[in-house]
C-alpha cells in the first residue's frame, strides 16, 4: 500500500514550452501533497505545499506564475513548469501524506525535466 | 521557520559495523522525525519515524533516538550491509493543522565497505 506515481518519469522541453507533471496516490488519499526539486547530490527543497481544494502554499524565493500547482483531488496534484528555462531542468519529486495514517509522507519516483 | 541540520555529509564504513547520522532541529513545534533512504536516481523511502512523545526506536538493525531538550536525532545503523549504501536524509515536520511542512537535512551518504 501508500503508493504515490508520478508522470512523466522524464521529460525534455524546449526553452519556453509549459511541461506539466503528475503526482497520484494510488492506493490512498493524500489530503496534504508537496513538491520539492532535488539538484544532483543534494537535499530536497520544497517548493509548495497543496491541500485539496485550497491553493498551494509556494515557499520563499519560488515562483508561484512559473510553477503553477494544482491539487484538483484528494489522489491527483499536478505541477506546471511554465516558459521553461534550461535553469528549471532538474529532479522534480511528489510526494504525499495518507489521510488515515498520520504523518507518513510517500514520495513519488520523481520527474526529470531537462530544458534545452 | 524550521531548519534541519545533518551530520556528517559522507560516512564510509567497513561492513558489519555501526553507521550513526546526526540531526538537529530548531523548532520546537516539530514532533515528527522520519528518515528517508534514497538510493541513486530513486525516490526517497522511509526507512523508520520517530514521534516526540517517544524516545528511542527500533527496527531490526536500524534504531532512532530523539532529545526533545537538546532538539536532535540521531539514525544508528548495527552491522552495516553493502546494501545499506545510499544517501539518507533525516527531517522534521509539525503535526497537527493543516500546514504540516516537511523540512529535510542536507543528507549523508553512507558508503559500506565490503
Redesign the interface.
Known amino acids: 500500500g501508500a503508493v504515490v506515481s508520478q508522470h512523466p518519469s522524464w521529460v525534455i522541453c524546449k526553452s519556453g514550452t509549459s511541461v506539466k507533471i503528475e503526482c497520484r496516490s494510488l492506493d490512498f488519499q493524500a489530503t496534504?501533497m508537496?513538491w520539492y526539486r532535488q539538484f544532483p547530490?543534494?537535499?530536497?527543497m520544497?517548493m509548495a505545499?497543496s491541500?485539496e481544494g485550497s491553493k498551494a502554499?509556494y515557499e520563499q524565493g519560488v515562483e508561484k506564475d512559473k510553477f503553477l500547482i494544482n491539487h484538483a483531488s484528494l489522489t491527483l496534484s499536478t505541477l506546471t513548469v511554465t516558459s521553461a528555462h534550461p535553469e528549471d531542468s532538474s529532479f522534480y519529486?511528489c510526494?504525499a501524506?495518507d489521510r488515515s495514517r498520520?504523518?507518513?509522507?510517500?514520495?513519488?519516483?520523481?520527474t526529470r525535466l531537462t530544458v534545452t | 521557520g524550521e531548519n534541519v541540520e545533518q551530520h556528517p555529509s559522507t560516512l564510509s564504513v567497513q561492513e558489519g559495523d555501526s553507521a550513526v547520522i546526526k540531526c538537529t532541529y530548531s523548532d520546537s513545534a516539530s514532533n515528527y522525525f522520519p528518515w528517508y533512504k534514497q538510493e541513486l536516481g530513486k525516490r526517497p523511502q522511509l526507512i523508520i519515524d520517530i514521534r516526540s512523545n517517544v524516545g528511542e526506536k527500533k527496527d531490526q538493525r536500524i534504531a532512532v533516538t530523539l532529545n526533545k531538550t537538546a532538539k536532535h536525532f540521531s539514525l544508528h545503523i548495527t552491522e552495516t550491509q553493502p546494501e545499506d549504501s545510499a544517501v539518507y536524509f533525516c527531517a522534521a515536520s509539525p503535526l497537527g493543522g493543516g500546514y504540516q511542512k516537511v523540512t529535510f537535512g542536507t543528507g549523508t551518504k553512507l558508503q559500506v565497505i565490503p
Do not use: W
Open positions: 496534504t508537496f547530490k543534494q537535499s530536497l520544497l505545499t491541500n502554499t519529486i510526494s501524506r498520520k504523518g507518513e509522507q510517500y514520495f513519488g519516483p520523481g
